[in-house]
């Protein structure tokens, strides 16, 4: 179902009609013939669906007091939509967000609905990577990673470096425990995920930062590598 921000006319369309799918780019707004992408069953998304199977068993569950809570709760996480504009989310999604955070960032669920306290911003973030010598590094701020904090990183397969819209190839392949100093080595992780490293070839990257107690998650900083000699 597409998304429509009416003024006094239409101002902007998102998602899918029909056979046709709206968006935008930095050009403005654009409309697609809709194709249906290939379903691969990969590792990346079987972990994904295995996390929404989880949680959703999870809530439901929960005890009707500990939903109610979660209910109640949303009004203070609220979150943006692709207009830019504040949106509510359910209990549901809320418990199934935040748990997923917190799974992602290698730490224990919550039943109850925490305090929101936010997450440290991840202030810069950039790599460096050379194929002959197999090294592969991401330096990143604050350094060293704050209390109750877990580094996320993510990055893309290599592409060529004319590639620029890069958004729906990122995959998790680190992550980085609070305390931790910059740079980070993540050429083990990045070469059994994606394979060896190639010169010349482009990797995208992403850093951001989860609260190990609320499951908060900051906003990304993305940099991108040419893979050196």
Not at 165 to 174: D, F, G, I, P, T
Request: aromatic letters at 6%; proline letters at 5%.
């Amino acid at each position: 179902m597409a998304k429509i921000l009416f003024t006094a006319f239409l101002a902007e369309m998102r998602g899918k009609v029909n056979g046709t799918v709206f968006s935008k780019n930095r050009g403005g707004a654009y409309a697609r013939t809709k194709v249906t992408p290939s379903n691969p069953q990969t590792a990346a998304q079987n972990l994904v669906r295995s996390r929404l199977t989880g949680f959703s068993q999870g809530w439901r569950g929960l005890a009707q007091s500990a939903r109610d809570a979660w209910n109640a709760a949303v009004a203070s996480f609220p979150r943006t939509n692709v207009f830019g504009n504040s949106k509510i989310l359910s209990g549901h999604q809320l418990y199934i967000g935040l748990n997923s955070q917190l799974q992602a960032a290698g730490q224990s669920s919550i039943g109850t609905p925490p305090v929101p306290a936010g997450a440290p911003a991840v202030t810069s973030a950039s790599g460096a990577a050379a194929a002959g010598a197999g090294t592969f590094t991401v330096t990143y701020a604050p350094d060293p990673v704050p209390a109750d904090t877990t580094l996320i990183i993510d990055c893309t397969e290599q592409v060529s470096a004319g590639k620029n819209n890069l958004n729906s190839l990122y995959r998790q392949v680190a992550t980085v425990a609070a305390a931790a100093t910059s740079p980070y080595d993540i050429a083990t992780e990045y070469v059994a995920k994606f394979g060896s490293l190639i010169e010349g070839q482009k990797i995208g990257v992403r850093v951001r930062s989860v609260n190990n107690l609320t499951g908060e998650v900051s906003g990304p900083v993305t940099a991108e590598v040419i893979v050196a000699a």
